[in-house]
């Protein structure tokens, strides 16, 4: 019996340095596979924070999973340079698409964690007619004050350096870019009216919006907004913004069933609900 959720790694070329990625799936070709789930991390994170989430959604869902660092974090090459303004919509434009060559994929799911679910979104609405699905976790969808409170106590702790040292475990010498490219994009006035309204506008598929109202990085307004009118957000008690590591069971077993409910045209639901 072939294992469902066995591990493969590919180094993908950009053309500004190479990203690592890894499929948590039975084979290492999408041959007659259903269309995979791709992960987008979150500001601080890379494939291997997300633990075994991966693997444990690709067993739920029956479906392969895609996870991959960004350039600058991770197993990935550094970035060249600062960060660009348009950060969050350049990995659909820019990465996905390589992505789809490298693995041999054409639809999708759009899948991401925190600034991560962002760049979901962004990317649902760019391929309007390849992305089956949208999922966020624990994502902003506008600046308010609880994100860059939260942030500049992310600042301050990371000024530490047994705090850099720790992600330096997964980020090696890119560690410090990693946290200035967080907290300065975040921090800058530059940034202060960034929002998602223009990305929500161009998705067409089903969306799900799950956030826990214990989140230090963004209050219960953002899945409301991001799911208004377009999907369903689900607010889960006593969690705060890692929802798939601090509920890994409850967050998997939800995307599951919404996911299952793609095929066979079910209600997904609209509004604000508790977590089942």
């Not at 999922?135 to 500049?152: K, P």
């Not at 600042?155 to 967080?182: G, I, S």
């Not at 219960?220 to 009118?229: L, Q, T, Y």
């Not at 006593?238 to 995307?255: D, L």
Request: charged share 20%.
């Amino acid at each position: 019996m072939t294992d469902p959720t066995l591990a493969h790694d590919l180094r993908i070329e950009t053309g500004r340095g190479a990203i690592f990625a890894r499929m948590w799936w039975e084979k290492a070709s999408l041959h007659d596979a259903p269309p995979p789930i791709v992960l987008f991390h979150d500001s601080l994170g890379a494939v291997d924070l997300w633990r075994s989430f991966p693997r444990a959604l690709a067993v739920a869902t029956g479906r392969p999973v895609i996870a991959y660092d960004r350039l600058g974090f991770g197993r990935s090459d550094a970035f060249p340079g600062a960060l660009p303004a348009d950060f969050i919509e350049a990995e659909g434009r820019d990465t996905l698409p390589l992505l789809r060559e490298a693995f041999g994929f054409t639809q999708f799911i759009a899948c991401g964690h925190s600034v991560g679910g962002g760049m979901a979104v962004e990317t649902a609405g760019r391929y309007r007619e390849t992305c089956l699905a949208v999922i966020t976790m624990g994502a902003q969808a506008f600046i308010e004050d609880r994100t860059l409170d939260g942030i500049r106590v992310a600042r301050a702790t990371f000024q530490q350096p047994e705090e850099l040292a720790r992600l330096a475990r997964y980020h090696d010498d890119k560690a410090r870019w990693v946290v200035d490219a967080w907290t300065e994009t975040w921090l800058s006035p530059d940034f202060a009216g960034w929002t998602q309204d223009k990305a929500l506008d161009k998705v067409a598929c089903p969306l799900l919006a799950i956030h826990g109202d214990a989140d230090e990085f963004g209050s219960p307004a953002h899945p409301g907004r991001i799911a208004e009118g377009r999907g369903r957000a689900v607010l889960l008690p006593g969690i705060g913004h890692n929802p798939h590591r601090e509920a890994e069971a409850q967050t998997v077993a939800m995307i599951a069933g919404f996911l299952a409910g793609l095929d066979g045209h079910a209600d997904q639901g609209l509004g604000l609900g508790a977590g089942a």
